[in-house]
């Protein structure tokens, strides 16, 4: 009953982000679990660093899923990630969604998805430690898709 539960919620989520940037172009999406708290303000590095703002993804950095090959920097965290509304975020999301639907019921991950697409896909372009460059749990994984 659970992993019906968990599945619903992952597939609300993609199917939300994929409407989202699909129908409103003129918007960045920034996905943020909602206990998280901010001690500053994101978004001035997020949207307006030279570094960050050109990036089509995003994320804080996470170990999740071990199963799916991640980087040397480890894997994508949907509980903070930032999508920059581009035509080849649009279709990364397309693909994220066919690749979750595509899995077996009961098994579907938003971010195993993320994640296994992101990393035999696209290029992770740099790690970042925009709020604390000498702490490694907050730093954000940049990618820029192009195959």
């Known amino acids: 009953q659970l992993l019906k539960q968990l599945d619903?919620?992952?597939?609300?989520?993609?199917?939300?982000?994929?409407?989202?940037?699909?129908?409103?172009?003129?918007?960045?999406?920034l996905f943020n679990d909602v206990d998280a708290f901010w001690m500053m303000d994101p978004f001035v590095e997020l949207f307006y660093s030279a570094s960050l703002r050109d990036a089509d993804v995003v994320a804080s950095r996470g170990r999740y899923p071990r199963d799916c090959p991640l980087s040397s920097k480890g894997g994508s965290c949907m509980g903070?990630?930032?999508?920059r509304n581009s035509s080849a975020s649009r279709q990364y999301l397309t693909n994220v969604r066919e690749f979750f639907w595509g899995m077996k019921e009961g098994k579907r991950d938003d971010q195993y998805s993320l994640n296994?697409?992101?990393?035999?896909?696209?290029?992770l372009v740099e790690e970042n430690r925009p709020f604390s460059p000498s702490d490694a749990s907050t730093a954000m994984l940049t990618y820029t898709l192009h195959p």
Not at 8 to 27: A, I, N
Not at 80 to 83: L, P, S, T, W
Not at 116 to 123: E, G, P, R, W
């Open 8 to 29: 619903l919620l992952w597939e609300q989520r993609v199917d939300f982000l994929h409407q989202l940037m699909h129908d409103l172009p003129q918007y960045s999406i």
């Open 80 to 83: 903070f990630i930032r999508f």
């Open 116 to 123: 296994c697409l992101l990393y035999s896909n696209y290029k």
